[in-house]
């Protein structure tokens, strides 16, 4: 066992390629999914926590409840959507890493909208009153306040980062685990693993701790800048 470590810790240490090309990979997949999921979830979390609309409770409840959305279940649903003989099928995105990124979009934009929500509500009720004092419209209302819950949405983002990072179930399916075009560091442990080549697959465990480790590091950073000011600076 040892030597098996010595092995990973060496992978580690000379930037093997196909190491880093899977690192990359992850990386590239699960920011591009957060990134757009952000660019989606923050002004559907806003605009949900500022406006009153008929079913906005119902909209809340089906939000939180995708928050649980099992991945499996997602890259299912993905799979069918982009398979050659599903609506989207055209596209041919199937086994790339287009179809991994849609599939961690659709896991993290629920966390994101919810906890946006949150953080854009909790704002509103605080400073309402000076809202209204100053009779700002909706839309600047709505950008006022994520601009004062930008650490509360800097959590969010990074807490949406570590579940599509860590995910395996979805991008397995949609994914394929292809070798040099679809292998993350998730998929990669699980089917080094299971051929018993267990340096590649420590060695790919080491570099997902130190992610989540320093992922949840800045949580807790931005978390303790994260108490707002006193009052709002007229708009």
Request: hydrophobic share 55%; no cysteine; charged share 10%.
């Amino acid at each position: 066992m040892s030597d098996v470590w010595r092995d990973a810790v060496a992978l580690l240490l000379e930037f093997d390629g196909d190491l880093i090309e899977i690192v990359g990979l992850s990386l590239t997949v699960s920011l591009t999914a957060v990134g757009l999921s952000a660019a989606i979830a923050v002004p559907l979390g806003a605009f949900i926590a500022t406006h009153q609309f008929y079913g906005r409770s119902a909209v809340i409840l089906l939000v939180n409840t995708l928050m649980g959305l099992p991945p499996v279940l997602v890259g299912l649903v993905v799979y069918l959507w982009l398979s050659a003989s599903g609506p989207l099928g055209s596209l041919q995105w199937l086994y790339t890493p287009a179809a991994m990124i849609v599939a961690q979009t659709i896991l993290v934009a629920p966390i994101l909208t919810s906890l946006t929500r949150q953080a854009v509500q909790d704002l509103d009720a605080e400073y309402d009153e000076q809202m209204r004092m100053w009779s700002v419209g909706p839309l600047a209302r709505a950008t006022t306040l994520i601009v004062e819950a930008r650490a509360g949405l800097a959590t969010a983002v990074l807490a949406g980062f570590g579940r599509a990072i860590a995910e395996v179930g979805a991008v397995l399916i949609v994914g394929g685990n292809i070798n040099h075009v679809t292998r993350t560091m998730t998929t990669a442990i699980a089917l080094e693993t299971s051929k018993g080549e267990l340096a590649l697959a420590i060695a790919l465990g080491i570099v997902l701790l130190v992610i989540a480790v320093a992922v949840n590091a800045a949580v807790m950073v931005a978390s303790s800048r994260g108490e707002p000011e006193a009052g709002l600076r007229a708009p």
